[in-house]
C-alpha cells in the first residue's frame, strides 16, 4: 500500500437508537453496513499486508538474523534435551498455593484475557488522546493486539505440525502425532501471546513498564511448567516467538504516533455514532 491510504484496524460503532423495536447493533441502515463491510475489508487488507511482510522476512534476512535464529533453535533444542529433568524437578518441588498462584498466571495469559487487555488499552488510549494526550498507549494496544493474533495463529499450526503431547498425558517427551488437534503442547500458546504482548510495550515504553512486561510474561511461561501443562522446550520456544513477532511488528509499525487517526463517525438520521481507529500505510 501506498503512504497515504488509510487501513483500517478497529471499528467500534455506539449505538444510539432513537426507537425502541429491534435495535441497532450496527445502526440498522445501508450506511452502517456499508462502513462495516469497509472496515472489515481494510482490517483484512491490512493484516494480509503484515502477513506477506511476515512470510517473505526470511528473504531478507542477513548475516546477523541468521545467527540469531540459530541460536534461538539451539536453546530451544538443549532445553529439549533437558525437558525430563526440568519436569521431574519442577513437579517433586509444587505446592497446592504454588498451583494457586500459577492457576491465575495461567488465566492472566490466556488469549482471552490478553484480549480484553489489548482491547481495554486501546479503548483508553483514544479517550486519553481524545483529550489532547499522546496517543502513544493506542498505538501500542493495537500492535499488541495484531501481535497476540499473529502469536496465537502461529502456535496453532505448530501445534498442528508437531503433534507433541503434553506432559500431563504421561506419554514422555517425545511422544509426536503431527494433525493430532490444538491440545497438543509445541510450542506455548500462552508464552507466545504472552511475550508477543509484552514485547510491543517493552519496545514502546520506558524501562520500569518492560520490566513488568517481561516479568509477567515469564510468570505466564513458567505458570505453564509447573502445572505440568507444558514442557519448558514448549515455554521456551512459545516466548521466543512471540518475542519475535513483537519485535517485528512493532518495528513494522514503527511510524511517527501521529499516523494513527482516530476520527468520529455518524450514522444517517442520527441512530448512531462510533469511532474510525485507522493508520497509514
Avoid at 481524545?130 to 496465537?152: M, N, Q, R, T
Avoid at 505453564?224 to 512493532?250: C, E, M, N, Q
Amino acid at each position: 500500500m501506498g503512504p497515504g491510504r488509510q487501513v483500517l484496524v478497529v471499528l467500534i460503532i455506539l449505538c444510539a437508537p432513537l426507537t425502541s423495536g429491534l435495535a441497532c447493533a450496527a445502526g440498522g441502515e445501508d450506511s452502517a453496513k456499508a462502513l462495516e463491510e469497509d472496515s472489515i475489508s481494510k482490517g483484512i487488507q491490512a493484516t494480509i499486508e503484515d502477513a506477506k511482510a511476515l512470510a517473505t522476512a526470511p528473504l531478507r534476512m542477513d548475516r546477523y538474523d541468521a545467527l540469531a535464529l540459530g541460536g534461538a533453535m539451539t536453546v530451544v533444542g538443549g532445553f529439549f534435551a533437558a525437558d525430563h529433568g526440568i519436569r521431574d524437578l519442577v513437579q517433586r518441588n509444587t505446592t497446592a498455593k504454588g498451583w494457586d498462584v500459577a492457576d491465575g498466571f495461567n488465566t492472566f495469559g490466556s488469549a482471552g484475557v490478553l484480549l480484553g487487555l489489548n482491547a481495554g488499552l486501546i479503548a483508553i488510549g483514544v479517550a486519553k488522546q481524545s483529550y489532547g494526550g499522546s496517543s502513544h498507549l493506542k498505538d501500542a494496544g493495537l500492535i499488541s493486539l495484531e501481535a497476540e493474533l499473529f502469536a496465537v495463529a502461529a502456535t496453532a499450526a505448530l501445534k498442528e505440525l508437531t503433534g507433541r503431547a503434553t506432559p500431563d498425558k504421561r506419554q514422555g517427551t517425545t511422544h509426536f502425532r503431527p494433525f493430532s488437534g490444538l491440545d497438543t503442547s509445541f510450542p506455548s500458546a500462552h508464552a507466545a501471546a504472552s511475550f508477543a504482548v509484552a514485547t510491543v510495550f517493552a519496545e514502546r515504553f520506558e524501562p520500569p513498564v518492560a520490566w513488568l512486561a517481561y516479568g509477567l510474561a515469564s510468570a505466564v511461561a513458567v505458570s505453564r511448567v509447573y502445572t505440568d501443562k507444558h514442557f519448558a522446550s514448549d515455554v521456551v520456544a512459545g516466548g521466543l516467538i512471540g518475542w519475535g513477532l513483537g519485535k517485528f511488528l512493532s518495528r513494522q509499525h514503527g511510524a511517527d504516533p501521529s499516523e494513527w487517526q482516530v476520527r468520529p463517525v455518524a450514522m444517517e438520521h442520527g441512530r448512531g455514532g462510533g469511532l474510525m481507529v485507522g493508520k497509514q500505510f
